[in-house]
Nanobody, 120 residues
């Protein structure tokens, strides 16, 4: 099994940037597809970014050009660089891992989340 721990969330001004970090424990991530999803209060989860084991990336349309997902297998971490954040209120961002190297749409593990608030 693998445990995921997200960090880096906080309060940011609209148009600002944050970098989220996901650290994995218990298993290496080299052969996992990884990614991030977010959830706003009262809404369902939304997959934001995916990065496969061969570093192919996919993003939901709403964040394309603004968010960048990356991975460092030596550090066993996945990061989400978020630029030009929109005033969307509060979302909790979760890191996930999928045994399928190319992501099969069904994450196997996820963390406890880190809260991101974009507000003036």
């Amino acid at each position: 099994q693998v445990q995921l721990l997200e960090s880096g969330g906080g309060l940011v001004q609209p148009g600002g940037s944050l970098r989220l970090t996901c650290a994995a424990f218990g298993s290496g991530l080299a052969n996992y597809a990884m990614g991030w999803y977010r959830q706003a209060p009262g809404k369902g989860p939304e997959v934001v970014a995916i990065i496969t084991s061969v570093v192919r990336t996919n993003y939901v349309d709403s964040v394309k050009g603004r968010f960048t997902v990356s991975r460092d297998n030596e550090q066993n971490t996945v990061k989400l660089q978020m630029n030009y954040l929109k005033p969307e209120g509060t979302d909790v961002y979760y890191c996930f891992a999928d045994h399928s190297r190319n992501y099969d749409g069904e994450p196997d593990y996820w963390g406890q989340g880190t809260q991101v608030t974009a507000s003036s």
